[in-house]
Nanobody, 124 residues
Framework: QVQLVESGGGSAQAGGSLKLSCVAS????????MAWFRQRSGKEREFVAA????????RIGDSVKGRFTISRVTATNTITLHMDFLEPEDTAVYYC?????????????????WGKGTLVTVST
């Protein structure tokens, strides 16, 4: 059974950087897009970034564009969210997700498998 395991959450100061990683364990022949979503306290889940199964195509959410990037190592089914110039508004639980399609999507309905989430806290 495939599971998504996130790591790398924690605390940072505004202006700093963090990296989140997610590995799809259990199988190695995954050809699905993967993504990061986040949920801030009292808010609905929000799209952050997505990457296609080969790593060639990406989508970045408007609220993090220019600050966050996403990358993928297909051999290990691992994606990484590189977060730079962090802002207190980035404080949220970040969720890794795997789509049932190969191209990246901003729609959470396209994602069938979700991780448990990892907390990121950004202080001033």
């Amino acid at each position: 059974q495939v599971q998504l395991v996130e790591s790398g959450g924690g605390s940072a100061q505004a202006g700093g950087s963090l990296k989140l990683s997610c590995v799809a364990s259990g199988r190695t022949d995954r050809r699905y897009a993967m993504a990061w979503f986040r949920q801030r306290s009292g808010k609905e889940r929000e799209f952050v970034a997505a990457i296609g199964w080969s790593g060639a195509s990406t989508r970045i959410g408007d609220s993090v564009k220019g600050r966050f990037t996403i990358s993928r190592v297909t051999a290990t089914n691992t994606i990484t969210l590189h977060m730079d110039f962090l802002e207190p508004e980035d404080t949220a639980v970040y969720y890794c997700a795997e789509a049932f399609r190969g191209s990246p999507s901003e729609d959470s309905e396209d994602y069938a498998l979700w991780g448990k989430g990892t907390l990121v806290t950004v202080s001033t």
